[in-house]
């Protein structure tokens, strides 16, 4: 991942990725978007029609990202789970990244479980960063103590 590019590349993806929340399957999609920027692992964007009906609940507050734009938050509901911001869209992002449009990204420490064609994600350190670890990518990943600055 120190050969992804600043500013960040847009991919599309075509591996099995599902997302498990509550104790159920809440999304699974072999159509996302990855985003690759230096010093993170990845970070998958799942379509909105992907998750299962009432999972996304629009919540207040956003944020703004260099890159892609002004992001929307969403909560993550299922029966007696509720993810506070747990997601988040970019409804109008910049022109290099319009394909992420009616997508949505998440944050899998915030999970119970994310998988990538079967493997179990391992969740980028720092609660801030929504990057996917998987066995492909090698470290060290922004997040991780002493990391701030870079």
Request: hydrophobic share 35%; aromatic share 14%; glycine share 12%.
């Amino acid at each position: 991942m120190w050969d992804y590019p600043r500013p960040p590349r847009l991919e599309r993806s075509h591996e099995t990725v599902e997302i498990h929340l509550g104790g159920r399957g809440v999304a699974r999609s072999s159509a996302t978007y990855r985003v690759l920027e230096t010093s993170h692992p990845p970070t998958y964007y799942v379509p909105i029609d992907a998750f299962e009906p009432g999972v996304l609940v629009p919540s207040d507050g956003s944020s703004f990202c260099e890159w892609k734009g002004q992001a929307r938050y969403f909560d993550m509901v299922t029966d007696g789970t509720t993810v506070p911001q747990g997601a988040w869209t970019y409804p109008n992002p910049t022109q290099q990244f319009v394909p992420l449009i009616d997508h949505v990204a998440l944050y899998p420490a915030k999970m119970d479980q994310c998988l990538v064609d079967g493997e179990v994600v391992r969740p980028q350190a720092g609660g801030f960063y929504g990057g996917w670890i998987t066995d492909r990518v090698v470290g060290p990943f922004k997040g991780e103590p002493g990391t701030w600055g870079w």
